[in-house]
Nanobody, 120 residues
Framework: QLQLVESGGGLVQPGGSLRLSCTASEFTLDDYAMGWFRQAPGKESEGVSCISKSDGRTYYADSVEGRFTISRDNAKNTVYLQMNSLKPEDTAVYYC?????????????WGQGTQVTVSS
């Protein structure tokens, strides 16, 4: 069964860092563009970042540009989201997603999400 599993969420103080991981089972991530999304309580889902499958080009929402970094390790079949200088407004459930197409062109598989809470 094709599956994406996120990990690395947790509670962190403002200004702190977390690294989220997204690992695939039963398929190879380097065949897919990979995205990270988040959804805070009472808010719509927001696209956070994406990394293309071909040239590794990366894209970021304005709200995280300069603080978050997406990367992929095809040997480990894993995509990462390094989150620095975290703010309370970054609190959300974070999901990874895989697309056979280009970043932003729709996603085929989703993980179950990992909670990130930024609070003092």
């Amino acid at each position: 069964q094709l599956q994406l599993v996120e990990s690395g969420g947790g509670l962190v103080q403002p200004g702190g860092s977390l690294r989220l991981s997204c690992t695939a089972s039963e398929f190879t991530l380097d065949d897919y563009a990979m995205g990270w999304f988040r959804q805070a309580p009472g808010k719509e889902s927001e696209g956070v970042s994406c990394i293309s499958k071909s040239d590794g080009r990366t894209y970021y929402a304005d709200s995280v540009e300069g603080r978050f970094t997406i990367s992929r390790d095809n040997a480990k079949n894993t995509v990462y989201l390094q989150m620095n200088s975290l703010k309370p407004e970054d609190t959300a459930v974070y999901y990874c997603a895989a697309s056979r197409r280009l970043c932003g062109m729709g996603y085929d598989y989703w993980g179950q999400g990992t909670q990130v809470t930024v609070s003092s």
